[in-house]
């Protein structure tokens, strides 16, 4: 799993600590467990209003609300 590039790597200051966790987690395998979850399957169901309302929101709204902040921190900082 190691290769002797890595064990001699300078920059790995302990390479004891790589070799030891890497053994340890190797018989440790087994007790790891994770229990699943199951995830329902939900869906968003939109009107047509309400698509086009969501779409002016995200499209135009949104980013022209950033564009202006960004110029009033800029006529903020330009002042200062």
Avoid: C, H
């Avoid at 799993?1 to 600590?17: F, H, V």
């Avoid at 070799?19 to 467990?33: A, E, L």
């Amino acid at each position: 799993m190691t290769s002797e590039y890595l064990l001699n790597y300078p920059a790995l200051g302990n390479k004891d600590l790589l070799v030891n966790s890497i053994t340890y987690g190797k018989t440790k395998i087994d007790t790891v467990s994770i229990d699943t979850i199951f995830l329902n399957d939900t869906s968003l169901s939109l009107t047509a209003a309400q698509l086009q309302m969501n779409k002016i929101i995200l499209v135009l709204l949104v980013p022209l609300g950033i564009i202006i902040a960004g110029f009033v921190v800029w006529q903020y900082r330009r002042k200062k």
